[in-house]
């Protein structure tokens, strides 16, 4: 069974830096890529950060600048450093693994951790 583990989320203050980390494993299956999103009460999920196997790497825009992805796809693990936090980066960041099966590309979520940024 695939497992996608998300951590390191809690309280931080407006300016602050955190440091996420997501891990998976179960699979038998190539990993593609690793994905962080992110979902505030009331709005939408949004894309945080994404990592690929090559190491590329994107973001969304409201992140730019103040987060970066990093680790190792191969190794199944990636981290989110997130500095210069603002009280709109508050909501639970989730992590998801895109694996190459052979039916084609299937997506294991986490259950997310939460990140609140408040003084």
């Known amino acids: 069974q695939v497992q996608v583990v998300e951590s390191g989320g809690g309280l931080v203050q407006p300016g602050g830096s955190l440091r996420l980390s997501c891990a998976t494993s179960?699979?038998?299956?190539?990993?593609?890529?690793m994905v962080w999103y992110r979902q505030a009460p009331g709005k939408q999920r949004e894309l945080v950060a994404i990592?690929?196997?090559?190491?590329?790497?994107n973001y969304g825009d409201s992140v730019k600048g103040r987060f970066t992805i990093s680790g190792d796809v191969a190794k199944n693990t990636v981290y989110l450093q997130m500095n210069s936090l603002k009280p709109d980066d508050s909501a639970v960041y989730y992590c998801?693994?895109?694996?190459?099966?052979?039916?084609?590309?299937?997506?294991?979520w986490g259950e997310g951790t939460l990140v609140t940024v408040s003084s």
């Open positions: 179960g699979s038998r299956f190539s990993l593609w890529a």
């Open positions: 998801y693994a895109d694996y190459s099966e052979p039916g084609g590309a299937v997506v294991y």
């Open positions: 990592r690929t196997i090559a190491g590329t790497t």
